[in-house]
């Protein structure tokens, strides 16, 4: 017997930049269904700054190139807000990456949606009750812990001498 399972077909992107509160879990967002680039990190460091008036603000930041560039961080400093950058490939240290995979596996795991308004708006909604519905959930899993290694078990000098073993 065949199985036919639904699939949406194209591509359509539904993008959303967020900054979370470490501490109060807030997210603040910034959604298009076009790309992320300088004027959308713009637009989203002028929305935290509504935000949190009067605050120090620090921004940690992964390095995807427009989140690196010249205009965004002119802006930044004239908004008074810290701009820190992660090292390379490590999203394990970026809060906000917990909350995105959160959100994809309450919305996007074994999910189909009809259309790209339907998918659009599933994800909206699953945000805005990261407050409210989601809390506790939340709230065990964007902790301020994170795995750090004192010393590292293999340096430089190390793993080359394993490599060329």
């Excluded at 992107?13 to 997210?27: D, P, Q, S, W």
């Excluded at 004027?39 to 427009?66: F, H, M």
């Excluded at 004239?78 to 999203?91: A, D, N, W």
């Excluded at 964007?142 to 750090?148: E, K, S």
């Amino acid at each position: 017997m065949r199985c036919f399972i639904k699939a949406p077909a194209g591509r359509q992107r539904f993008n959303v930049l967020g900054a979370l509160n470490a501490v109060t879990h807030e997210l603040i967002t910034v959604t298009n269904d076009a790309y992320i680039n300088a004027t959308t990190v713009c637009e989203l460091l002028r929305k935290i700054t509504q935000a949190n008036v009067g605050v120090p603000i620090s921004l940690i930041l992964d390095n995807a190139r427009y989140q690196k560039c010249a205009v965004v961080r002119e802006l930044a400093e004239s908004l008074k807000i810290e701009l820190v950058y992660l090292p390379s490939y490590s999203p394990n240290l970026n809060l906000i990456e917990r909350f995105w995979k959160f959100i994809k596996k309450q919305v996007l795991y074994s999910k189909y949606y009809a259309d790209f308004t339907a998918f659009s708006k599933a994800i909206s909604h699953c945000i805005s009750l990261a407050h409210t519905k989601h809390k506790q959930q939340l709230d065990t899993l964007l902790t301020l812990r994170f795995q750090t290694f004192d010393q590292p078990r293999i340096g430089p000098a190390e793993f080359g001498a394993l490599v060329s073993a």
